[in-house]
């Protein structure tokens, strides 16, 4: 049984609708603005190539010999709240033994710098190396006894998981037509594994916490894009297959698998000014131990609700604010994210 927080769903909610109403209050002003005769009509703003989607590994592609550098920060908070029944039941309601309440918050602090490199217009290559810090309380309370509440912290930091990989646009649309992009990226296993930690023989909770997943890791993706001036509507669909690997205290472990979609709009409120909502899912499949499931096994359905804004400082520098609020029991209640990307160099797309 988890416990959420409420709070943060009606406060996205509520800036939810927010930003829809100023969407179309902008949308409404546009249409309604008449066009003198025999003036010329503006250029359509192109604003496929102009947003910055703050989502990562959205928008077009890097343009040819151009650098984008990608500094990043990243905090998320979860919560959750387990009973346990040690004991027997003789009618229904009616519990013999003791009643376990374990409540246990995480907090995760991601700091990374991240590389993009256009080899061509239509071919990106991508690189990203972050740091992890976690800290994580939790206490247990058994209800049936006197005894006090037993409070236990583990923390970690140490290098996360590198990942690098490549994106290439499958098509040159005309103006206003739908974006095909295809990725695939490696994940590396440079991080301390969930296998690889000490733990607790009396509580059973590691005394240091893991910083990656500790497993190589493969995933392929495709992206569409569709331009509406002045709004970019985009979605894709991926598929993380972890590579099996054994440790020397457990054996070969096969970790699930992760089948993830996300889908949303980006909108541009002025030249320098736009905001993103969007919606993404996955699905983590169970984990084997020695091809047998483990006893505790089961999928894990992580939904989330993404707000953000972009903002242009300059040509070459813009910065990013993203919220996501966890909509499912097993997504985090909260996390936060701002990035710094920052180009130079580079050839014209023209």
């Given at each position: 049984?988890?416990?959420?927080?409420?709070?943060?769903?009606?406060?996205?909610?509520?800036?939810?609708?927010?930003?829809?109403?100023?969407?179309?209050?902008?949308?409404?002003?546009?249409?309604?603005?008449?066009?003198?005769?025999?003036?010329?009509?503006?250029?359509?703003?192109?604003?496929?190539?102009?947003?910055?989607?703050?989502?990562?590994?959205?928008?077009?592609?890097?343009?040819?010999?151009?650098?984008?550098?990608?500094?990043?920060?990243?905090?998320?908070?979860?919560?959750?709240?387990?009973?346990?029944?040690?004991?027997?039941?003789?009618?229904?309601?009616?519990?013999?033994?003791?009643?376990?309440?374990?409540?246990?918050?995480?907090?995760?602090?991601?700091?990374?710098?991240?590389?993009?490199?256009?080899?061509?217009?239509?071919?990106?290559?991508?690189?990203?190396?972050?740091?992890?810090?976690?800290?994580?309380?939790?206490?247990?309370?058994?209800?049936?006894?006197?005894?006090?509440?037993?409070?236990?912290?583990?923390?970690?930091?140490?290098?996360?998981?590198?990942?690098?990989?490549?994106r290439y646009q499958l098509n040159m649309p005309q103006a206003g037509g739908h974006i095909f992009i295809a990725g695939?990226?490696?994940?590396?296993?440079?991080?301390?594994?969930?296998?690889?930690?000490?733990?607790?023989?009396?509580?059973?909770?590691?005394?240091?916490?893991?910083?990656?997943?500790?497993?190589?890791?493969?995933?392929?993706?495709?992206?569409?894009?569709?331009?509406?001036?002045?709004?970019?509507?985009?979605?894709?669909?991926?598929?993380?297959?972890?590579?099996?690997?054994?440790?020397?205290?457990?054996?070969?472990?096969?970790?699930?698998?992760?089948?993830?979609?996300?889908?949303?709009?980006?909108?541009?409120?002025?030249?320098?000014?736009?905001?993103?909502?969007?919606?993404?899912?996955?699905?983590?499949?169970?984990?084997?131990?020695?091809?047998?499931?483990?006893?505790?096994?089961?999928?894990?359905?992580?939904g989330s609700l993404l707000i953000g804004v972009s903002y242009r400082i300059s040509p070459n520098l813009n910065f990013?604010?993203?919220?996501?609020?966890?909509?499912?029991?097993?997504?985090?209640?909260?996390?936060?994210?701002?990035?710094?990307?920052?180009?130079?160099?580079?050839?014209?797309?023209?």
């Amino acid at each position: 049984m988890y416990a959420k927080n409420g709070r943060v769903f009606r406060g996205l909610a509520l800036f939810s609708v927010l930003l829809l109403r100023a969407a179309t209050a902008q949308a409404v002003q546009s249409e309604s603005r008449p066009e003198t005769v025999g003036e010329r009509p503006e250029a359509p703003n192109q604003s496929y190539r102009e947003i910055e989607t703050i989502f990562e590994r959205q928008g077009v592609l890097t343009p040819r010999k151009r650098v984008v550098l990608d500094l990043s920060h990243q905090y998320s908070y979860s919560s959750s709240t387990r009973v346990a029944l040690l004991g027997y039941t003789i009618i229904p309601a009616i519990t013999v033994g003791l009643i376990d309440v374990r409540s246990v918050s995480r907090h995760t602090y991601i700091g990374a710098l991240s590389g993009r490199y256009g080899i061509t217009n239509r071919l990106e290559l991508e690189a990203k190396v972050p740091y992890v810090v976690r800290d994580d309380l939790a206490s247990a309370q058994p209800l049936a006894t006197a005894a006090p509440d037993e409070v236990f912290n583990s923390y970690g930091n140490s290098l996360g998981d590198v990942e690098f990989g490549l994106r290439y646009q499958l098509n040159m649309p005309q103006a206003g037509g739908h974006i095909f992009i295809a990725g695939l990226r490696a994940k590396s296993d440079t991080g301390r594994g969930p296998f690889e930690v000490p733990v607790d023989p009396q509580t059973s909770l590691p005394t240091k916490l893991a910083t990656g997943s500790g497993f190589w890791a493969v995933q392929p993706s495709l992206t569409v894009i569709f331009p509406s001036d002045p709004a970019v509507f985009f979605g894709s669909v991926s598929y993380l297959y972890n590579i099996d690997r054994s440790f020397p205290d457990f054996g070969k472990v096969e970790p699930g698998n992760t089948i993830g979609a996300n889908f949303g709009i980006g909108y541009a409120i002025n030249e320098k000014t736009s905001f993103s909502l969007g919606y993404e899912h996955a699905v983590v499949q169970k984990t084997k131990l020695r091809g047998t499931l483990l006893a505790n096994a089961r999928s894990a359905f992580l939904g989330s609700l993404l707000i953000g804004v972009s903002y242009r400082i300059s040509p070459n520098l813009n910065f990013n604010l993203s919220l996501s609020g966890g909509l499912t029991e097993d997504a985090p209640d909260v996390q936060i994210s701002f990035r710094l990307p920052f180009s130079f160099g580079g050839v014209s797309r023209r």
